[in-house]
């Protein structure tokens, strides 16, 4: 019994461990928008949208950070949640991330900007600069 045990816990729990997904990052109207472009609807849900200034060096502090309460869940560019640009540090590292209770989906991304145009740079994990 305790052989058996051994086995089916950690089944279970490697089952329930979700990774992260991928959060799709657009800009529309001086706004980022992100959407996670699954093919599942899920209707209405209650989440938790952060951006996050990637920096290893430095405590963990959100730059953006709202609660949607059942809020229609955005799974394309038509439902995207719109998070300000002046909320995000141009130039630089930042980490968007859309939680429910039970998914996690995240992006690592540059928002560049220069004189004449603004554009979104994807980072590979554990890099802390756009270049």
Do not use: W
């Amino acid at each position: 019994m305790n052989y058996i045990l051994c086995i089916f816990i950690p089944l279970i729990l490697f089952g329930c461990n979700q990774q992260n997904r991928e959060l799709n990052t657009k800009i529309i109207n001086d706004s980022l928008c992100i959407f996670t472009n699954e093919a599942k609807n899920y209707g209405n849900d209650s989440f938790l949208v952060e951006a996050v200034k990637a920096n290893h060096s430095k405590e963990y502090q959100d730059e953006y950070n709202k609660s949607y309460k059942n809020f229609k869940f955005p799974i394309d560019e038509k439902s995207c949640i719109a998070i300000p640009l002046d909320k995000i540090e141009k130039n630089a590292v930042n980490i968007i991330v859309l939680s429910t209770i039970n998914k996690t989906f995240r992006s690592r991304i540059c928002v560049l900007e220069d004189d004449s145009s603004i554009s979104i740079k994807q980072v590979e994990a554990g890099k802390f600069t756009c270049d």
